[in-house]
């Protein structure tokens, strides 16, 4: 399976938008296979224990909504901690201003310094950053963020929520739509092959080789689906 990405590193190679978006679609794409993969394996293993269609939708639905809503309510409550983490340094850093100028002064060209500017440079430069925006520059050199884009709790959750969601409803449908004889085909097929279009997409925006990461991920659903079946053809047996 892939990796979890909650990790919103602020520390981009080429900063700026496009790695923000790259990891933004890269959460998203995570998030669908998540959904993917948990729904393909609760509808797989209820299609093990019975043939009613509308047991397996009743399953589908629940799991859809629950593992959305849980996925909303763990990135909104992870986004707020980093949230209330970063204005509190934020404040912090403000306060330290405030009270001692000269050492943040200090602070700032010697960690200008340590990105390989020359003392006097870095001094220089550090007076600039100063002069214009000091709290700005402390944040983005010193904390390594940008006061100005902090992450919305509810963004995340929206997103984590919607990216669930579409990744749920292809086993869902792929389950609930085809007549009886074809639902376990049409929904074991299309999954893997889903899982191969997420797994490659998130690996290439990790900037990682995919192959490995499609081989894990397919592996991982194929697995879900494998153990959910046969628990599912257990207890059906057993008439549960
Ligand atoms: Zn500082």
Do not use: C
């Not at 984590?160 to 049409?186: C, K, M, N, Q």
């Not at 659903?221 to 599912?232: D, E, F, Q, S």
Request: overall charge negative; charged content about 20%.
């Amino acid at each position: 399976m892939l990796p979890p990405v909650t990790q919103r590193t602020h520390d981009e190679p080429h900063g700026g938008a496009l790695g923000s978006r790259l990891n933004w679609l890269r959460a998203a794409v995570l998030g669908a296979n998540d959904g993917i993969v948990s729904t393909a394996g609760l509808v797989v293993g209820v299609a093990g224990a019975t043939d009613s269609r509308s047991a397996l939708l009743t399953a589908g639905l629940a799991g859809l909504l629950a593992g959305s809503m849980s996925m909303a309510a763990g990135e909104y409550v992870s986004v707020s901690t980093q949230r209330d983490s970063e204005k509190a340094a934020l404040a912090l850093e403000k306060r330290e201003l405030r009270e001692q100028p000269e050492a943040e002064l200090r602070e700032l060209t010697e960690l200008l310094q340590e990105r390989g500017l020359s003392p006097e440079v870095a001094r220089e430069a550090a007076e600039q950053l100063t002069a214009r925006d000091a709290l700005r520059a402390h944040a983005r050199v010193e904390l390594g963020i940008d006061p100005d884009e902090l992450t919305n709790p509810w963004h995340a959750a929206w997103a984590s929520f919607l990216a669930f969601t579409v990744g749920a409803l292809l086993p869902l449908l792929a389950i609930v739509l085809p007549p009886a004889g074809l639902r376990l085909v049409v929904t074991v097929l299309s999954v893997l092959a889903a899982l191969v279009l997420t797994g490659y997409s998130s690996a290439r925006m990790g900037a990682a080789a995919p192959g490995r990461a499609v081989v894990r991920n397919v592996a991982g659903g194929a697995l879900a689906m494998a153990v959910t079946y046969v628990a599912g053809t257990l207890l059906g047996a057993a008439g549960a």
